[in-house]
C-alpha cells in the first residue's frame, strides 16, 4: 500500500482543516490506519486510529473533542478532522497503516508510512 497524505495548510487559530490519506495499489483490508504529528524539535507523537474493518477509533487523549478520525471504505481513505486549531498543533502530519495489529491502536507497529503533510496555525 503506498500511501499520500494532503490537506494541510496554513489556518489561523479556530480554523479547521481535513487531512485525508489516500491508499494506492491496494486496499486497507483489515488493517489499521494512523495519523502522527511530528512538530519542529519535538518527538513524533500518536494523534489517531482506525481499524478499518470494524471502523473502531482511538485518538489520544489531549486531542480528544477537536479531533476525529474516519475512512471512507469504498475510497479506500482515511481522514483526520482536525477543529478548533491551535498554534501547537502546528506539525508535520503523517499518516501510517499496518496491516494487522491486535495491541490498543496506539500501540501497533505502523510499517507503512506516507510523506507528511504540513499544518501550519497562525495566532
Known amino acids: 500500500v503506498q500511501l499520500q497524505a494532503s490537506g494541510g495548510g496554513l489556518v489561523q487559530a479556530g480554523g479547521s482543516l481535513k487531512l485525508t490519506c489516500a491508499a494506492s495499489?491496494?486496499?486497507?483490508?483489515?488493517?489499521?490506519v494512523g495519523w502522527f504529528r511530528q512538530a519542529p524539535g519535538k518527538e513524533r507523537q500518536f494523534v489517531a486510529a482506525i481499524r478499518w474493518k470494524s471502523a473502531h477509533t482511538a485518538t489520544t487523549d489531549s486531542l480528544k473533542g477537536r479531533f476525529a478520525i474516519s475512512r471512507d471504505n469504498t475510497a479506500n481513505t482515511a481522514y483526520l478532522q482536525m477543529n478548533n486549531l491551535k498554534p501547537e498543533d502546528t506539525a508535520v502530519y503523517y499518516c501510517a497503516a499496518t496491516s494487522a495489529c491486535s495491541r490498543l491502536l496506539h500501540q501497533c507497529d505502523y510499517d507503512n508510512w506516507g510523506p507528511g503533510t504540513l499544518v501550519t496555525v497562525s495566532s
Open positions: 495499489r491496494r486496499t486497507f483490508g483489515s488493517g489499521v
